[in-house]
């Protein structure tokens, strides 16, 4: 099947300051990602949608200015936390869906934790 | 409204025996998608069923859709220890592409 990975796996920052997830899908084009976050316990949240040469949709509730999407390549997205607080500390995960890959089933990565102090 | 609600909570039950989770929703979907999660880690696809199939097999996996109850289940036969995770069902709407998640069950297969 279809690998997505995420890099860093795990990060721990100050508040304050601003954190940069990649999200890459190594064998296929992914026109559309997706963005999830997901509190301990809870179910997954989607956070926005991602294409490739276009500004981000953002769910509801999301603030755009404050998690950053640039979907630059075909097989690259980034997330990035601006100024980061306790608050934000979640497991972010990513997911791809491309022309390339089924029409209907996203891939996931392994997800990132991210632990603000 | 919460799309996709799953019960039970929480499973508990021996290797061998067979683990059904069910998942309800509100809306009209395309299909709907059943993943895995181990804790801490990335979500695994199981299986999808679209919305004109009733029933979907995959070795030990038993997947029903009803589209009129909006309900779904999985079966899990024979589970073993390593069943042991969360699971989550998902549902792709007919007004977009993105999948909406339940709340998931969590699965305890004891040895």
């Known amino acids: 099947g279809a690998v997505v990975s995420q890099h860093p796996s795990r990060v721990i920052c100050k508040s304050g300051t601003s954190v940069k997830i990649e999200c890459r899908s190594l064998?296929?084009?992914?026109?559309?990602m997706f963005w999830y976050r997901q509190f301990p316990k809870k179910s997954l949240m989607l956070m926005a949608t991602?294409?490739?040469?276009?500004?981000?949709?953002?769910e509801q509730g999301v603030e755009k200015d404050k998690f950053l999407i640039n979907h630059a390549s075909l097989t690259l997205s980034t997330l990035t936390v601006t100024s980061a607080h306790p608050e934000d500390s979640s497991f972010y995960i990513c997911?791809?869906?491309?022309?390339?890959?089924?029409?209907?089933?996203?891939?996931f990565g392994p997800g990132t934790r991210l632990l603000v102090l | 409204s919460q799309q996709g609600e799953e019960d039970p909570q929480a499973l508990s039950i021996q290797e061998g025996e067979n683990a059904t989770m069910n998942c309800s929703y509100k809306?009209?979907?395309?299909?709907l998608q059943w993943y895995r999660q181990n804790s801490g880690r990335g979500l695994v696809h199981l299986i999808l069923?679209?919305?004109?199939?009733r029933e979907k097999h995959s070795g030990r996996l038993r997947v029903t859709l009803d589209t009129s109850k909006k309900s779904s289940s999985l079966l899990i036969t024979a589970s073993r220890a390593a069943d042991t995770a969360s699971y989550f069902c998902?549902?792709?709407?007919?007004?977009?592409?993105?999948?909406?998640f339940g709340e998931g069950t969590q699965l305890t297969v004891n040895p």
């Open positions: 069923i679209r919305s004109n199939e």
């Open positions: 997911s791809a869906r491309g022309p390339q890959g089924p029409q209907e089933t996203q891939y």
């Open positions: 991602s294409n490739e040469g276009s500004k981000a949709t953002y």
């Open positions: 809306t009209s979907i395309n299909n």
């Open positions: 998902a549902t792709e709407e007919t007004s977009g592409s993105r999948l909406t």
């Open positions: 064998d296929f084009q992914a026109t559309t």
